[in-house]
C-alpha cells in the first residue's frame, strides 16, 4: 500500500492560495504581497511585461529590491501572482446566462475582455495550467456549465480548453490591433483599408487564386467579428455532439499522437520520403519566392513605361 502524499506547492502556488509563510522580517504594513503584485500590475497595464522587473516594483513602492525579495522570492513567482490577479474570476452573471451554451459564450466574452484589459498576460509563456484560485474558479464555471449534458469529465475539459483558447486567441488579435492602432494614430476601419490595398497589390490571382478571390470578394473589408462566428460554428458542433451523447452515441476519445503514421516513424523508407516531402515543399517555396520577385519586377517595368509614355 502506499500513502498519498501532499505535494509540496512552490513558492508562488502557495502564495496565490494564501497558504505561504510570512516573512520573518521586513518593511511593517507598508510592504504586502499584495501591494507589490498590486504595483507590477500597473506597471504592466501601462508598459507591457518586459516593464515589470523587481527594481522597477520596489522603486515604484519606494523600497530596495531586497525588501520585496522578503515577499516574493523569485520573478517568475511574481508574474505568476500577476497574472492571477489580472485573470480574476468570473462575474455572477455567467452561471445565470441560461443554458450550457450561452454560459460558455459568457465566459468566452469575458475572458477577451480581460486579455484586452491586461494584454501583456498574452505574452507568458504557458507552462502548464496555473494551478491558482482565481483558474480554478474559470475551469470550475466551464465545467459547471456542461454539469448537466451527458459528457464525460474528459469531455467537458476538452469544451473549455476549447472556449478558453479561442478567447485567447481573439484576444491576441484584438489587443494587437489595439496597439498598432495607438501607435499609428489610426482608427480600425483605416486599418483595415490599408490591409486591404496592401493585399490587393501583392497577392495575384496566378500565384494564390483563393486568396485573391476573397480579396476580390471584399473579405477583408468585411466588418462582422471572424472569431465570434468561428465560435459558434465550434459550439454548433459540440451541440450535436452532447445530443449524440444523450443518445448514447459517445465517439471514442482522440490520442494526443493523431498520426496514422506513429507506427511507422522508425521505417527507413518513410523518412527517407518523409524528407523528400520537405526538401519538395523548400524548392517551392523558393521557386514562389522567385515568382513573386520576377512579378515585382515585372510591375515595375510596366510602370516605368506607362510613366515614360
Avoid: C
Amino acid at each position: 500500500m502506499t500513502e498519498d502524499l501532499e505535494p509540496e506547492l512552490p513558492r508562488g502556488i502557495a502564495l496565490a492560495w494564501g497558504v505561504a509563510a510570512n516573512p520573518q522580517r521586513g518593511p511593517k504594513r507598508e510592504m504586502s504581497v499584495e501591494r507589490i503584485v498590486e504595483a507590477a500590475v500597473e506597471i504592466a497595464d501601462a508598459d507591457g511585461l518586459g516593464a515589470v522587473s523587481m527594481a522597477a516594483v520596489a522603486a515604484r513602492l519606494g523600497f530596495t529590491p531586497m525588501s520585496l525579495y522578503r515577499y516574493v522570492s523569485a520573478k517568475e513567482d511574481l508574474i505568476l501572482l500577476m497574472q492571477e490577479e489580472a485573470t480574476g474570476t468570473p462575474s455572477d452573471t455567467v452561471g445565470e446566462a441560461g443554458g450550457w451554451r450561452e454560459q460558455l459564450e459568457a465566459l468566452y466574452r469575458e475572458q477577451v475582455q480581460n486579455h484586452l484589459a491586461h494584454p501583456w498576460v498574452l505574452d507568458i509563456p504557458i507552462s502548464g495550467v496555473p494551478v491558482t484560485p482565481n483558474m480554478a474558479a474559470w475551469m470550475d464555471a466551464g465545467l459547471r456549465a456542461l454539469a448537466g449534458t451527458q459528457l464525460t469529465h474528459e469531455e467537458r475539459l476538452a469544451v473549455m480548453l476549447f472556449v478558453s483558447g479561442s478567447a485567447r486567441w481573439a484576444g491576441s488579435i484584438l489587443a494587437g490591433y489595439a496597439r498598432l492602432a495607438r501607435e499609428r494614430g489610426m482608427d480600425g476601419p483605416t486599418i483595415t483599408r490599408a490591409e486591404d490595398a496592401m493585399f490587393r497589390a501583392l497577392i495575384t490571382g496566378d500565384a494564390y487564386p483563393h486568396l485573391r478571390a476573397a480579396i476580390d470578394a471584399g473579405a477583408f473589408l468585411d466588418d462582422s467579428d471572424p472569431f465570434a462566428f468561428a465560435l459558434q460554428r465550434g459550439l454548433d458542433g459540440i451541440a450535436d455532439y452532447i445530443a449524440a451523447a444523450a443518445e448514447g452515441r459517445h465517439a471514442a476519445g482522440i490520442p494526443w499522437t493523431q498520426s496514422d503514421d506513429a507506427d511507422i516513424a522508425d521505417d527507413k523508407k518513410f523518412r527517407e520520403a518523409r524528407k523528400a516531402v520537405r526538401e519538395a515543399e523548400k524548392l517551392l517555396r523558393a521557386a514562389r519566392k522567385v515568382e513573386r520577385q520576377t512579378a515585382r519586377e515585372a510591375r515595375e517595368r510596366r510602370a516605368k513605361q506607362s510613366a515614360a509614355g
